[in-house]
């Protein structure tokens, strides 16, 4: 029982062999990589000219968060016969902004700007591994 719970992983309704499971989750890191650069370029673009930290992150998070979906569907859940649920991502995507923001504002006075925010980027990529494994490509 041991061998099978540690080679099959289960993401909401459905279960993966380690491999595929890692694949995805690889698939979903580079994603995440690439949006997150895209998105923290836009977000420092906009601190840096004199945008309200607030404003900033919402035109990051917006702008990647239309990318993140596109390439998730494209390429990390590929092979999923899910159609995914857009509604659901996007919902999602603004209860994990919202905790990201929470976390870059209670950071602020500490770290500043900038490290406040990579953090709260960090919680957002865990909960968006989360919940687009669990219920948006399901």
Do not use: Q
Not at 23 to 28: E, G, H, N
Not at 34 to 41: C, H, I, K, Q
């Amino acid at each position: 029982m041991s061998l099978y719970l540690s080679t099959f992983h289960w993401a909401g309704n459905i279960m993966f062999t380690t491999e595929r499971f890692s694949s995805i989750l690889l698939r979903f890191g580079l994603v995440s990589i690439l949006n997150t650069v895209f998105g923290f370029v836009l977000i420092f673009l906009a601190i840096y000219s004199g945008l309200d930290l607030f404003i900033s992150n919402v035109i990051g998070y917006a702008v990647g968060s239309l990318l993140s979906f596109y390439l998730k569907k494209e390429f990390v859940f590929k092979g999923c016969k899910c159609k995914p649920k857009v509604t659901s991502y996007f919902l999602l995507v603004i209860l994990a902004y919202l905790t990201n923001l929470l976390v870059v504002f209670l950071l602020f006075g500490l770290l500043g700007p900038y490290i406040s925010t990579i953090i709260g980027g960090i919680i957002y990529f865990i909960f968006m591994f989360i919940a687009s494994s669990r219920v948006v490509f399901r």
